[in-house]
């Protein structure tokens, strides 16, 4: 486990984790619930109500003890009705006493992995894009004008990406493009808003169910990191808080 000293919080937040319900967005909601001070609100998003039902059940100790608030919210991020439920979920929670919005844009699929002359479908491409690309941005801004930033209000993005936003892979084409254009997105946030911490961050390959689907389509098969461990690595950049805003880091980088 990374070295995290025990004085050092993530304050008293409100955090949404899309893509909360398994894999890595299920082991940093575990992590970051161990982080936040008592009164705060952890959105855990996802398709699956049962599952993030089941991770609420895992969490209660820690909310319990902390006194903090648990939200299943059970949406598809890739409509606009996902979007806008996540969104209001959080403005229910706007005159809670916080100061520390931390949103960590995990959601994302593999899609098809197919060379770049089959990709004809011009509906097949926007769909994967609207998940892996769009929805990120609709929430990211909605979230923004719930929480306006303001000078005692810490903020803090978290763009999940890949090595593949940096190095095309053949017959990945759509989600080595996903990858890269958030994270020229977040990079753009970073510029626009001082006050909103951006982060995009390279959790490495894990031991998911994507991991699982890539080995399965492709036959590749990589050495696969817990999620905790890339978790731990995660939560201890958000505490140090001492990268540059846009930057983006990877697993075995830091």
């Known amino acids: 486990m990374a070295d995290i000293t025990n004085h050092r919080t993530l304050g008293r937040s409100i955090c949404i984790i899309t893509g909360a319900s398994k894999g890595f967005g299920r082991a940093?909601?575990?992590?970051?619930?161990?982080?936040?001070?008592?009164?705060?609100v952890l959105l855990l998003v996802a398709r699956s109500e049962t599952l993030l039902q089941e991770l609420k059940e895992e969490l209660q100790s820690f909310t319990e003890e902390q006194q903090m608030v648990v939200h299943c919210v059970a949406v598809d991020l890739s409509t606009r009705e996902g979007v806008n439920e996540t969104?209001?979920?959080?403005?229910?929670?706007?005159?809670?006493?916080?100061?520390?919005v931390l949103l960590i844009n995990n959601a994302a699929t593999l899609g098809d992995i197919s060379n770049?002359?089959?990709f004809t479908n011009i509906e097949d491409a926007?769909?994967?894009?609207?998940?892996?690309?769009?929805?990120?941005?609709?929430?990211?801004?909605?979230l923004l004008q719930v929480f306006p930033c303001e000078p005692l209000l810490r903020w803090s993005v978290v763009n999940v990406s890949s090595i593949f936003a940096l190095q095309p892979l053949p017959s990945w084409v759509l989600y080595c493009t996903a990858k890269a254009a958030r994270k020229m997105m977040f990079k753009v946030l970073a510029e626009e808003q001082?006050?909103?911490?951006?982060?995009?961050?390279?959790p490495g390959p894990?031991?998911?169910?994507?991991?699982?689907?890539?080995?399965?389509?492709?036959?590749?098969?990589?050495?696969?990191?817990?999620?905790?461990?890339?978790a731990d690595k995660l939560l201890k950049l958000l505490l140090d808080n001492d990268f540059i805003s846009g930057v983006h880091l990877d697993f075995f980088e830091v």
């Not at 940093?28 to 705060?40: F, Q, T």
């Not at 926007?126 to 909605?142: D, F, H, I, K």
């Open 28 to 40: 940093l909601a575990h992590n970051v619930s161990r982080w936040l001070e008592p009164g705060s």
């Open 87 to 100: 969104v209001s979920m959080a403005r229910q929670e706007a005159g809670t006493e916080i100061d520390h």
């Open 116 to 118: 770049f002359a089959s």
């Open 126 to 142: 926007t769909s994967y894009l609207s998940l892996n690309v769009s929805s990120a941005l609709a929430l990211t801004a909605g």
């Open 194 to 202: 001082p006050h909103v911490k951006v982060l995009s961050y390279s």
């Open 206 to 230: 894990m031991d998911t169910d994507m991991q699982k689907e890539i080995l399965r389509l492709t036959g590749v098969k990589y050495h696969l990191l817990p999620c905790q461990e890339s």
